[in-house]
């Protein structure tokens, strides 16, 4: 039975990842996700990734809003409001009882993985899905305005403030799971598919990881990344922005650069297809596809793409 992993992060991960679940039975994919973003706000532990994915791929998310749950309603955060509560990170009524279980959970000793396990399998995910570390990572952004948490940057200042430089906080002593490291060492294991997610804010992260680079690569598995990029600009998100202020070429040329010590293949979309022949000078395969995911159908045909990559290169 052929196996893959995903590694994803933000909401372009997610509609990758929901179409891979549509290709892939459980026991054929897992997700790898990002833990940089999460923090503590209102007392409660908070993990902005996972839940992303935990509510897209259960059906719960809010597909305009693009985050948190569909049909939500704010009452506790109004009254938190009224009592002088700091309320600018938003947290619907149901979106509060995932984030009040999960500080629960862990304040009685379960980590991360148990937490986030439990939690997918209460609201009916049956896909293996980890953090990229049970240790605490946090991203943080060195700015002109001093270094902020990444939260603050992203969500309270709206990415206002010009990214001079990325730091991961305690990644060095941070370590993958034991049941990543064991999946990696899966003879089944026939591909990683990095996803279309912000690669500085949400694959670097896991990266950083101490060990979790070299394990993946150690693997000896087709790695796939699939361009966040579409005619040099990014669908969602400041991936465009903040290449532009690490002075970047707004590239996916420069994305496949980022990565190319770790990818053996790269996914362009079609608009981008004049700088294939760039890439495969650096050595990798290059595809050209749809990577615009406007729909379940656009989802599904990318993930299909992306796992056909994998065994291709894997024959090869």
Not at 23 to 47: C, P, Q, R, Y
Not at 140 to 165: M, N, P, W
Not at 173 to 197: F, M
Not at 269 to 274: G, L, P, Q, T
């Amino acid at each position: 039975m052929k196996k893959y992993l995903a590694i994803t992060g933000g909401v372009g991960g997610a509609k990758l990842a929901l179409g891979l679940t549509k290709i892939l039975s459980k026991s054929e994919v897992a997700f790898l996700v990002n833990t940089g973003d999460d923090f503590e706000h209102m007392g409660l532990s908070i993990s902005p990734d996972l839940d992303t994915l935990m509510y897209t791929l259960s059906g719960l998310s809010n597909v305009e809003l693009g985050w948190g749950r569909g049909g939500e309603t704010w009452r506790c955060l109004d009254a938190y409001k009224k009592l002088g509560g700091d309320s600018w990170f938003s947290l619907g009524d149901e979106d509060l009882a995932v984030h009040l279980r999960r500080t629960e959970m862990l304040k009685l000793g379960s980590s991360l993985s148990e937490v986030t396990a439990d939690l997918f399998r209460h609201l009916g995910v049956d896909y293996s899905c980890w953090p990229m570390s049970d240790k605490p990572v946090r991203t943080q952004i060195e700015t002109e305005a001093g270094r902020l948490e990444f939260q603050h940057y992203f969500v309270r200042d709206r990415c206002e403030h010009v990214v001079k430089s990325i730091h991961f906080v305690s990644s060095s002593v941070a370590y993958p799971t034991n049941n990543l490291l064991r999946y990696l060492e899966d003879p089944d294991l026939c591909g990683i598919i990095v996803c279309p997610s912000n690669p500085f804010l949400s694959v670097d992260p896991i990266l950083s990881v101490h060990g979790l680079k070299e394990a993946l690569i150690a693997s000896k598995v087709p790695i796939v990344a699939v361009s966040p990029l579409i005619n040099g600009q990014a669908v969602k998100g400041p991936t465009a922005k903040i290449m532009k202020e690490l002075r970047l070429v707004l590239s996916p040329v420069s994305v496949a650069a980022h990565y190319q010590d770790f990818i053996n293949g790269f996914i362009l979309d079609e608009s981008d297809a004049e700088h294939a022949v760039e890439i495969t000078k650096s050595g990798m395969s290059v595809v050209t596809a749809q990577t615009l995911m406007a729909s379940l159908d656009d989802r599904i045909n990318l993930a299909q793409t992306a796992v056909n990559m994998c065994d291709e290169l894997r024959g090869h």
